[in-house]
């Protein structure tokens, strides 16, 4: 019978959208025996989790040895320049790796595009910066949807990224592509060079989901701090309201040390915030010193209903539906809560970033820096032929649709309804975090929920990754399928506030990594990677 009911939740939205399926979920039995082998199995776990310990010159090795096989760097740093890198800092020798559209004056910043094939930035973006500040090792920069626009990394002009998650044990896995899986986008390269030791931690960048989707694909950690915590400046933008710099790592204590670095006000970007950490420190401190331990008592979680939606997979569900449990084992409560206007969110978002992003694009024209077409140079359709030969087919579908939304009578049927239903996805998370969100003023604070949560938890795909050859079918079939492979990270996009990507699981039907996916209100950045440190979630 219970076999009959996860059958019938799976793939039915219609009855998955209500209080009733998130209770089902939260009351899954478990065996006294069955819960104290977890908690004990959780306890050595976390007390055998150091920081990480990779040294520079490994990594690099590694480089050499298998980014030919996996795709995940562009360019590499010379071993020289490395050595003579001896910066003084709290990241000192740290092996860090930039996502390809962060600004980089010693190396190229081409955004997987044959439009920049050939650019180098005359200044390192804020983030970069501090890092060497800092004295990490900058490795080199990592591949990427081109202008971070997809979702499996197979739009990039240095060609797709291979997931190494099977290759680390099996080198063969590579040698078919109906088996070869994709590392997600568009932090691909990313999350494939912190999968496969070629780095300790790698910048990305989140605009809908991009750092935490390949973070759960690569079966590795992947966190999108609140918007304006961290600088922007010297990202290469896609969508401005979006764009957010994300980060990437083995542990989350060592993408903590990394944000700790990057989370600083900085006045060149005019989106990064210079308040809001005095204004939530003393609550987020005293919240953190709640949960030091194992036992999370005290904590609540909410499990949102609009979550079930119809592509998830039966064993997303069941992966999560064991996080819930495992938070219960630890003193946690769940709390079922609605976020009514989630089923808007993918259209709201892919209306507002394609216009935001046909109108960032348009710099690039071929005459002031870039690639430039070597066609009727003397005519004025340079500019067209230039942009036609040098972005890819995503982009300019991307480009034109956009275009389309800000046009005059679409604006007002379809862009500003979608920046409407943002505020409304805004105030549906206003509504179920008891911290209030620290950049709404307290008269414009929507009314909170009778049992509001501390945190959110989610899935984080719909699925695991998915091989080249279904990657491919579905880009010929319908774009709009790999749209909806954003589904579960772009409501937190959307919104603000932070959330992350962690390993719960892998899949027994393929053996790749399953990712679950932790939301908390607005500016609680250091609470979240706190209490995501502490779960763990035993693998079946």
Request: charged content about 20%; overall charge neutral; some cysteine.
């Amino acid at each position: 019978m219970k076999l009959e009911i996860e059958k019938s939740l799976v793939g039915h939205p219609g009855g998955a959208n209500s209080r009733s399926s998130s209770l089902f979920l939260l009351s899954w039995p478990m065996t006294h025996m069955h819960r104290a082998a977890r908690i004990r199995a959780t306890r050595l776990r976390v007390a055998s989790r150091p920081l990480s310990t990779l040294a520079w010159t490994e990594c690099y090795d590694t480089i050499q040895a298998h980014n030919a096989k996996i795709n995940a760097f562009v360019s590499v740093q010379t071993k020289t320049a490395l050595q003579a890198s001896n910066t003084q800092g709290s990241l000192q020798g740290v092996p860090v790796a930039v996502k390809d559209n962060f600004c980089t004056v010693d190396l190229p910043t081409t955004c997987g595009s044959k439009m920049l094939q050939n650019f180098t930035s005359p200044y390192d973006a804020t983030v970069v910066q501090l890092l060497r500040d800092a004295g990490a090792k900058i490795m080199g920069k990592t591949n990427m949807d081109e202008f971070g626009m997809g979702s499996a990394n197979m739009h990039s002009q240095a060609g797709p990224v291979r997931n190494p998650f099977a290759y680390k044990t099996n080198p063969d896995a590579f040698n078919d592509d109906t088996t070869t899986r994709v590392a997600g986008g568009s932090s691909g390269g990313s999350a494939a060079a912190v999968a496969m030791d070629m780095c300790a931690v790698a910048l990305g960048s989140d605009t809908g989901g991009s750092v935490r989707l390949p973070a759960a694909y690569c079966g590795v950690y992947g966190f999108k701090p609140s918007y304006g915590q961290i600088s922007r400046h010297g990202l290469v933008a896609y969508a401005n309201s979006l764009d957010t710099v994300g980060l990437l790592g083995k542990s989350i204590r060592d993408i903590d040390r990394v944000y700790d670095v990057l989370a600083k006000h900085d006045a060149k970007d005019p989106t990064s915030n210079s308040t809001l950490r005095e204004t939530v420190a003393v609550e987020q401190e005293k919240l953190m010193s709640q949960w030091t331990g194992d036992d999370l008592k005290g904590l609540r979680v909410g499990v949102p209903s609009e979550y079930f939606v119809d592509p998830l997979s039966e064993e997303i569900l069941s992966t999560w539906r064991r996080g819930i449990q495992h938070l219960k084992e630890r003193g946690a409560s769940v709390v079922p809560v609605s976020l009514p206007h989630t089923k808007n969110a993918l259209a709201s978002y892919y209306i507002i970033a394609l216009a935001e992003a046909s109108s960032n694009l348009a710099r690039f024209d071929g005459i002031r820096y870039g690639y430039r077409s070597e066609k009727k140079l003397d005519q004025e359709l340079i500019y067209a032929d230039t942009r036609t030969e040098g972005f890819g087919d995503e982009v300019q579908r991307r480009i034109l649709l956009g275009t389309h939304v800000l046009t005059a009578g679409t604006y007002e049927t379809h862009f500003l309804p979608a920046q409407q239903m943002r505020q409304q996805i805004v105030n549906d998370f206003d509504r179920v975090f008891l911290m209030k969100n620290a950049s709404v003023r307290d008269e414009a604070r929507e009314k909170v929920m009778d049992e509001p949560v501390h945190v959110l938890l989610t899935p984080c795909s719909i699925s695991t990754a998915p091989t080249w050859q279904q990657a491919r079918q579905t880009e010929d079939r319908s774009v709009v399928d790999e749209y909806v492979t954003d589904v579960m990270t772009v409501p937190a996009s959307l919104a603000g506030v932070p959330a992350v990507a962690f390993p719960a699981g892998t899949s027994a039907q393929n053996g790749f990594p399953i990712g679950l996916q932790m939301i908390a209100p607005y500016g609680f950045d250091k609470l979240l990677l706190h209490l995501v440190d502490k779960l763990h979630i035993p693998h079946q």
